[in-house]
């Protein structure tokens, strides 16, 4: 289930951001460790972890997006006050940590990006990730600057627009990142795990 084709370079998605705002074995490392003796290779053009974005989790700690290199993530956005498609965007996402076993899901992180920056602060996001059992680890639920939103999303391939009371129009898609960022896989199916896209996941563990 490998994409058609792959983002292209950053710049792209930077400039389909403004685009886009109109209209997540052997233990893994913690986010943003790297062992003094290895080498950091160059990202990947089409990495997401380009983009210099910063993202303020739930649980109030603050992490850069390239702090996430090193392990496959899955990856969606939503907003907490929607009452539609992100319930079932949230399901979909604890249908695939359910297809691991736990030692799968321990190499896997969980991100859901929130497209609401007024109104999603981190307080508001705990209440939505208690209220939907999304045990931290496996996810990370979050909240960025609008800019940077606009750029997550573009990345991800992911519309959205904000309507006169304050709800959002948006895609419904889930993207899974290789160890570098880059989109390895993605779906839409909410209504149940999409094997393909587990098995696409399974093959990132290897």
């Known amino acids: 289930m490998t994409l058609a084709r792959p983002l292209g370079l950053i710049a792209a998605c930077l400039l389909a951001a ?23 290779a160059p990202l990947p053009g089409a990495s997401l972890y380009q983009l210099g974005v910063t993202l303020d989790a739930a649980d109030g700690t603050r992490l850069a997006l ?8 899955v990856v969606t956005m ?19 940590a359910a297809g691991l076993d736990a030692g799968e899901r321990a190499q ?10 007024e109104r999603d602060t981190p307080p508001r996001l705990v209440e939505f990730a208690a209220g939907h059992h999304l045990p931290q680890p496996p996810f990370v639920v979050a909240h960025a600057a609008a800019g940077d939103v606009r ?42 795990e999409d094997p393909g896209f587990v098995a696409s996941l399974r093959t990132q563990l290897k």
């Open 18 to 40: 403004g685009a886009a705002g109109a209209d997540e074995p052997a233990p893994v490392p913690a986010p943003g460790h790297v062992h003094p003796t290895e080498p950091v």
């Open 66 to 73: 390239d702090s996430l290199r090193g392990r496959p993530v």
């Open 108 to 117: 896997v992180l969980f991100l859901m990006v929130s497209l609401d920056a």
């Open 151 to 192: 750029a997550v999303a573009a990345a991800l391939g992911i519309r959205y627009r904000q309507l006169p009371d304050k709800s959002f129009s948006h895609s419904s898609l889930i993207t899974l990142l290789d160890r570098d960022g880059v989109p390895a896989a993605r779906t839409q199916v909410l209504a149940a």
């Open 78 to 96: 939503f907003y907490s006050s929607c009452t539609t498609v992100c319930p079932m965007l949230t399901l979909a996402m604890q249908h695939i």
